[in-house]
């Protein structure tokens, strides 16, 4: 089963990713097939993608994330700054996190290492808390959502309350993926 890591973002922050992706839907003037957004309710803050995982391994993931996450206090997060990824032929156009980011780098960076001693590979990229708005499929599209990106860098979308990480599966469908919640674990 394909397997990750993430903490939900609530209601409050995902209407406003929803009105955040609607006013870049109608200033972009691009065509809707070179953009593929994502659904606000699919929207979540990714700790770590693992892929395909055996399903007797999902004891062992279970209780690597368990064991990070009961070290660590619930705190908040905010919400801010539309980036993207890819350079200037942008690849995916995102909202960062702000204030609240060391703890949230601290809660990933031993959730990695629990999985690291359950015989997991590290990930080999530096991570970077963020909200993929949507993925960008042609070139003229990614030019202007990233120049559109500049006016929204100190854009301001919400506050989330971090308490606690979900282990998901995402079966992929036609219609898109569909997050089944593995396990829940809650911070102190």
Known sequence: MRVFIATDIGENVRRA???LQQQLRSKA??????????RPERIHLTLRFL???????IVSVCDAV???VSRHESFELDVESVGYFGGKSARVLWVGTGR???NLHRLQK????KLALAG?????REFSGHLTLCRIRKPTAAVKLAEMSEAYKDFKVGRIGVDSVCVYESQLRPS????TVLGKFKLQ
Request: hydrophobic share 25%.
């Open 51 to 57: 892929g395909e995982v055996e399903d007797k391994r």
């Open 17 to 19: 990713i929803s009105d």
């Open 100 to 102: 609240g980011s060391d």
């Open 110 to 113: 031993d959730i990695e290492g």
């Open 176 to 179: 898109g993926p569909i997050y």
């Open 29 to 38: 003037d691009i065509n809707k097939s070179d953009v593929k957004w994502v």
């Open 66 to 68: 368990r064991d990070a």
């Open 120 to 124: 997991w590979s590290k990930e080999t």
